[in-house]
């Protein structure tokens, strides 16, 4: 598929919780909490408002798929079938609330019970090879052709994991004019109007997230494949595809194939970690790569549009003055980048539309004076709304308001010597601690691993506890650790709104084979990340990687964190933790990107400013999947 956008201008510790059992399950309450908003609402609806009755929660041109719709689940071997399921979740939560299965943590069930999901017993060979660097396959190549040639070729095998070898099939049924796509089309189902067309033009599926590999299908037509958790899909969908008539009922099937290869984009943590149960399952092309649930984790959704959809709104705050000093009152300069994804006859893309435009509003205008985002130290974390639209005058639609809430706030990294002169570019070696508002912040917190192994077990209220206790505990700061996942939007808006400092990796570790490869599935990836979670004040640093080793340093330097800073450029960047930094590429003076290459310092465990600290690997001998592969103890 192809997309043209346009664009528009620690402590050495784990913070874990246990949500109860069940699928509590996360679901937007309003379509706000979506990502995609496409130009089909009412134009008079768009521009009849203030900034104080904006509205950003309603339905145009979105039919929802998840939530109250109903979903079955099946295994195409025919041994389990009509399954009922609610999306999102995950297989293993479905099946537990089918009473299918045992709750997976209690004892043993998730390795007893484990050829119910999994199918017939299959170990993996030990030969099968996993790559730690780029990879070398055809797709590869076609990406990156510079990249075309093997890297570097690491293993470690773990005896005796199976394979899953049964596919499941999440379904569901849909009648196009039954829903509620627009105000349009609802007045037209109100009057049972026959022969009713709507006005958009273009149709698409957008996915906001589906863990392990899948392949989509519409009316037996397959649309697309996903191997990315961390990436948001849209696929187009000819209007030949999709049904219309009242009689006609549309099938949507998500197809969880074991043989697609994920290349490791998923929740490193997922089959085991130093503090997480191991699995006896791997994927079937790295038999080092521990896995154990899968399914639709986040909302999908149908989008009816005109011509165009706003994907990305990214809010760039930027200080005008020396983020070192503490600061009373100072200016800021705001852009704010808006990505469209535009939709043609033939369900291609446009770089422009014929007269539309994007219209901000702002509940702060030029030249006010405002309250800065301070971190919990001022105990005043102030926050704004932006709302972006798009219109069409020519047509006489646009999309809803999207509302960002923002906070203006300085951040440094600081690592050298203030009381020398500090060079213009590269990191020093003098120290590590941040300042705020040119106000030297002593950090105190842990890293935040995921809440559940299983997905469909997260929920909005456990993470705002989880927050919540970290303020009581006079923490400071959290680092989203690289080796789980991007956290629930409610996990970073409390944080906001706590003052809470982040520290947030990107989903890359070394372990198990979750490295980074240069690849245009991993670019969107990073792109798609940074962009949505930009407008967190709270995110006060974008880390590489979680405890890189020296054969990556490169990639994440002048690959991963190179694409940050492209998409941000207004926060501190690490390529790794721990690591020593950059010797160019960033500003010495607070360790932001400065439009030079990112060229990573050397050391790494044997950082004089940041380093690991001490830590035993735990082991348990009644348990012998938690913490660690079998030992003799």
Known sequence: MMIILAHWQFLALFFVFQSPSGGA???????????VFPDVCEDHFIHGSTTTNTRTSGNCGIHRLYGDHPWTLRSDDGAYHDIPTIVPGDILTDLEEAGIIGDPFYENNFLDQRH?????EKVLSNGTTCYSGQRSDDKASREYPENSGTRTKGEYRIPHLERRTRTWIYETNFNHEYSSFSFDHRR????????YKSHAKHYALVVEGIKMGATIELNGISIGIITDQFLRYIFPISESILHHSLTDTNTLSIIFDPDIDTHGRFMACSGGWDWAPYSMAAEASCSSRRVLTFGI???IYLIEVYHVAIVNVVPKIRYQGDPTVEIVTGKFNVTIDVHLQMFTDGDSFLDNASCGEVIFRSSFVEDQILNLNDSREKGDPSLYSLY???RDPCQGYGSEWVERQIGFRTVALVTHNEDQDIPLDGT??????????????WARGANVVPMEQLEGRFSDKAHRELVKSAFDANMNMLRVWGGGVVMPLSFYRYCDELGIMLFHDLMFVEEQFHALEKTITVENEIRYIVRSLNSYPSIVLWNGCNECTSESNDLYATFALTIVAQEDGTRPVWWSSPSSGFSSGVFGIDGIPNGKKLIYNLGHYDSIIEEHGPYNHGYSKSFSTVNGHQRKG
């Open 388 to 390: 972006v639209s798009y």
């Open 116 to 120: 119910v999901w999994m199918g017939e």
């Open 428 to 441: 020093g070696n003098f120290g590590m601690f941040f300042r705020i508002n040119g106000q030297a912040v």
């Open 297 to 299: 984790y986040k909302p």
């Open 25 to 35: 399950r996360i679901i937007p309450k309003n379509d706000g909490d979506l990502t």
């Open 188 to 195: 037209a189902a109100a009057k049972k109007a026959p022969g």
